[in-house]
């Protein structure tokens, strides 16, 4: 069995994963993105010569937060810029997200050309909205582990679901059986949907 983690800051053996770039040896899948907390215009140009790189994947981890970081105003217009630059070079977009839902719903109307994935999805109230875009949702140790996260797991629409580790010492093999045992789903059949939701997104 294959085992899909579609973010993760530590590159670990038996995983196909999508690793963090600082953290990433050179030729191993990996994202490339100013994060919200380091928005400075001045990285950009260094950010496009990363995305041409034939192991980036995806444009990431990029977002906004209102609770960290420079003002708003200075992490949406280095968000946009970036959105520019994946729809340029067809990277999918892997998303952090804090406290600032309306402002990426309306990127989301004016700037998706790529898939998008909500990384470490866990906010409940925000799950009937986010149902109604075409964002991919991935689920960590950080929902697993927030009991009014579990209701939502079988709701989940399976052709949107990724699972992964980010910073957290779990395994991904823990985060796929703990997804099994909350959801009440079988081990094979979820590991070959995330393994073809994963493929449609970053190819083979
Ligand atoms: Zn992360």
């Keep these: 069995m294959v085992f899909y ?37 001045a990285l950009l140009p260094a950010l496009e010569i990363a995305l041409e790189h034939p192991a980036c994947k ?10 960290k970081g420079p003002s708003m105003e200075i992490q949406q217009s280095v968000l946009e810029e970036q959105l520019c630059l994946a729809a ?5 977009v892997i998303f952090h997200i804090v406290q600032a839902w309306e402002a990426f719903y309306a ?14 999805f866990n906010q409940p109230k925000q799950f009937p909205r986010l149902l109604e ?25 399976l052709k949107r679901l990724l ?11 823990w985060v796929y059986q703990r997804f099994c045992s909350l959801a009440g789903f079988d081990l094979a059949v979820l590991s070959q949907q995330i ?5 449609a997104i970053f190819g083979p």
């Design 107 to 120: 990127l989301q109307n004016a700037h998706q050309v790529t898939p998008w994935i909500l990384h470490g």
């Design 133 to 157: 875009t075409p964002v991919y949702l991935s689920i960590g140790p950080s929902a697993l582990s927030n009991p009014a996260m579990h209701p939502l797991l079988t709701k989940i629409p």
């Design 5 to 41: 983690n579609v973010h993760t800051h530590r590159l670990r053996s038996h995983e196909v994963a999508i690793v963090q770039a600082v953290d990433a040896p050179l030729n191993q899948f990996h994202s490339s993105g100013i994060h919200p907390w380091f928005a400075d215009s």
């Design 58 to 67: 995806a444009l990431g981890e990029v977002g906004l937060d209102r609770l």
């Design 163 to 173: 699972l992964e580790t980010d910073d957290k010492d779990e395994e991904i093999q």
């Design 88 to 92: 340029k070079h067809h990277k999918p």
């Design 195 to 199: 393994e073809q939701n994963f493929l």
